[in-house]
Each structure stands twice: as C-alpha cells, then as structure tokens.
C-alpha cells in the first residue's frame, strides 16, 4: 500500500513570505497529524484532525499557521508570514484510528529554509 | 505533563557490537511507549511499541526493548549492530492524551 505523501520535499523562501505544505494520508486513515522538527529536536506535534475536524491544535501557532483536511483526506499547512524560527522539517502522520495508541505512519517530510 | 529524556545525543559503536540507547520517561499512569528510527530524508519508522503485558517487546530488524515500571524506562537494545542501523532513533511516550510527545533523540553511528 502507498505511503504518506508530502510535496514539496523541500522549501526555501524569505521572511515574511508565505508558504504551503500538502499531505496525503493513507488511505482510509481517518487521523492526519502535523508536527515540526526543528533541528537537533524531536518531532513536535502541531496539529491533529481527525476526519476533517480538528482534535487538537493546542500547539499550533495561529497568528501564523493555519491548516485545513478538506473531505477528510488531503491536508494543508500553510505558514503566513515566515520567521527565521519556523526552518525546520514539517512531518505529516497518518493513523487508522483517533487514538494516540495506533500506530502513525509518516510521510518523508518537507525541509523548510527560512533566510 | 508527559516528557521523554534520551541523555546520549550521539553514540558510535562498532559494527557487531551491542547496543543500548536509553529512554527515560515521565507520565503519571500507564505510559504507551514506542521506539522510532528516522535515516536522513526519510520519515520515522515504528521499531516497537510496549502497551501492556509482557515488559520486553520484540520490534522490527533486531531491536527489543524492555520497559521497567520502577525505573520509568523504557531502553532499547540489539545484540549486533549492523552498519545499516546508522541513524537518528527516538523514543515516544503517549496516555490518555493521544498526544505523543517524542525526545530529542539519539543519534547512531556504526563504526566498520
């Protein structure tokens, strides 16, 4: 079966310019997550939907990111506008079931370069 | 809250050389816990996870892990070391908040 798929693979762009990531789960996986690694760190979740509602976003910075899984399979993150701080490799995850305890598949990631 | 702690940033063993990275973990009930491996441009792999029952967990190419209660953690080992198992490896810990929260990871290189 296919994997999770992200486009682009990698990003350069200047401050304060905007940006979008794309995501494909697995099919039939109703839970899509978003997370950022910054380098050196671990993954940080950002945000979880499941199906096309969002379960959790405690940690998304919303004056800046916004994200959306219209029909509950495709996704987008889109950063609007960019800081130095938001380089770092963004991962989308997908999941059979909206539980925390099944396992996340995850996509290669895209690497965003904030100059 | 829950966190993860991996203490070795970088570790270098040879090939067919043992293996241990350690994860300790805090979370006040039953954690979930996993192991994942991510290779450079890749995305993380599941090695293993531990929900309950028998404390030591077989994973995927080798690895295992053993979950000690008293010592919240949660350590992964292999007997031999291959030079393929070069890469970043973390460990994960969810509950009842569906969240993971992942460490900072430990990073493995594998010496000829």
């Known amino acids: 079966e296919a994997g999770v798929a992200q486009s682009p693979r990698y990003k350069i762009i200047e401050k304060r310019q905007s940006v979008a990531f794309w995501c494909n789960p697995i099919s039939g996986h109703a839970t899509l997550y978003w997370y950022q690694q910054i380098l050196g760190q671990g993954p940080k979740l950002l945000i979880q939907?499941?199906?096309?509602?969002?379960?959790?976003d405690s940690q998304l910075p919303k004056d800046r990111f916004s994200a959306e899984r219209l029909k509950g399979v495709d996704s987008t993150l889109k950063i609007q506008p960019a800081k130095l701080e938001d380089s770092a490799v963004y991962l989308c995850?997908?999941?059979?079931?909206?539980?925390?305890?099944?396992?996340?598949?995850f996509g290669p990631g895209t690497r965003l370069t904030v100059t | 809250a829950q966190s993860v702690t991996q203490p070795d940033i970088h570790i270098t063993v040879s090939e067919g050389a043992s293996l241990e990275l350690r994860c300790n973990y805090s979370y006040g009930a039953t954690p979930y816990l996993f192991w994942y491996v991510q290779s450079p441009g890749q995305g993380l792999q599941l090695l293993l996870k531990y929900f309950s029952g028998d404390t030591l967990v077989q994973g995927i190419k080798g690895f295992e892990a053993e979950f000690k209660r008293s010592q919240s953690s949660f350590n992964l080992r292999k007997p031999s070391v291959h030079w393929s198992d070069a890469a970043e490896y973390f460990c994960a810990v969810t509950g009842s908040a569906r969240q993971l929260t992942f460490g900072s990871g430990t990073q493995l290189t594998v010496l000829p």
């Open positions: 995850a997908s999941s059979l079931a909206p539980t925390g305890v099944d396992e996340q598949y």
């Open positions: 939907f499941q199906n096309n509602g969002v379960v959790d």
